[in-house]
């Protein structure tokens, strides 16, 4: 599964954008997504996950109330809409992929299919 993430940019604090993830196959359709960011000199942390029936979705408490994960398998895409963003949210976000018949991982090391990232800008 090629995945490719899109939809980065600069906003300012408060402000929203949504991302997508698009997938190169209808495999994708059984396989959850997840959404990870890395920020300058942090670790990659995980931001949100969906199970591949959507029936199932797991946050960050820091993006919690805040980011909303979906998914569309007729158009083999995944979204991550976020509203009133922080700086704090700033980093490289990917979008990632495992197989699953019912669940989604929050640790990184589960996911073999990573996108490339697109870039988020919060400015204060």
């Known amino acids: 599964v090629q995945l490719q993430a899109s939809g980065g940019g600069l906003v300012q604090a408060g402000g929203s954008l949504r991302l997508s993830c698009a997938a190169s196959?209808?495999?994708?359709?059984?396989?959850?997504l997840g959404w990870f960011r890395k920020a300058p000199g942090k670790e990659r942390e995980f931001v949100a996950a969906?199970?591949?029936?959507?029936?199932?979705?797991y946050y960050a408490d820091s993006v919690k109330g805040r980011f909303t994960i979906s998914r569309d398998n007729a158009k083999n895409t995944g979204n991550l809409q976020m509203n009133s963003l922080k700086p704090e949210d700033t980093a490289v976000y990917y979008c990632?992929?495992?197989?699953?018949?019912?669940?989604?991982?929050?640790?990184?090391?589960?996911?073999?299919?990573w996108g490339q990232g697109t870039l988020v800008t919060v400015s204060s």
């Open positions: 196959t209808s495999f994708f359709s059984v396989n959850a």
């Open positions: 990632a992929s495992h197989y699953s018949s019912s669940y989604a991982y929050t640790e990184s090391n589960y996911y073999p299919y």
């Open positions: 969906i199970s591949w029936s959507g029936s199932s979705v």
